[in-house]
């Protein structure tokens, strides 16, 4: 029989260094994660820890039930990391701006031909580009298919 006693701080530290790990893991994640070094090499200190942790060194059979547990725990205590930049690059502000007068003042978002005129961009390309980069860190959703139908968060 396991003594609990022993095994619970183990654990207790197991899961905040969990938690730990998946700050600098959901922070690489974003599209543009801010000194992207520094978090690579934190993820791997925090990596070596666990992998190295006393706890895996018990003989107790439960190994992959724990492990499982110390995932979901984890997570749990980790804290949302919120996707939305602190900042967003020159164009992508001005094409927010068009979006959010757009939406006053008809109801709906401009079509991206649109959006590129009222940008003074030429290639429609490069507004969708804008566009998913803008829905991937979570500024803007699309109801639909056609930008048309985004609003912002």
């Known amino acids: 029989m396991v003594q609990l006693d022993s095994i619970v701080p183990l654990l207790q530290d197991l899961v905040r260094l969990q938690a730990d790990w998946y700050r600098p893991y959901d922070a690489l994640a974003c599209p543009y994660p801010a000194r992207p070094t520094v978090l690579r090499h934190r993820l791997q200190v925090l990596s070596a820890r666990l992998c190295w942790h006393p706890y895996w060194s018990r003989q107790d059979g439960v190994v992959p039930t724990v492990r499982e547990v110390l995932r979901r725990r984890g997570r749990a ?3 949302v990391v919120n996707r939305r930049p602190e ?28 959006l590129a005129r009222e940008v003074g961009m030429r290639s429609t390309a490069s507004v969708a580009y804008h566009l998913a980069n803008l829905e991937q860190r979570g500024v803007l959703v699309r109801d639909g298919r056609s930008w048309q139908t985004c609003r912002l968060t």
């Open 77 to 79: 205590g980790a804290a």
């Open 87 to 114: 900042h967003l690059t020159v164009r992508e502000e001005e094409i927010l701006g068009v979006i959010r007068r757009s939406i006053q003042g008809r109801g709906e978002a401009l079509s991206v031909r649109e």
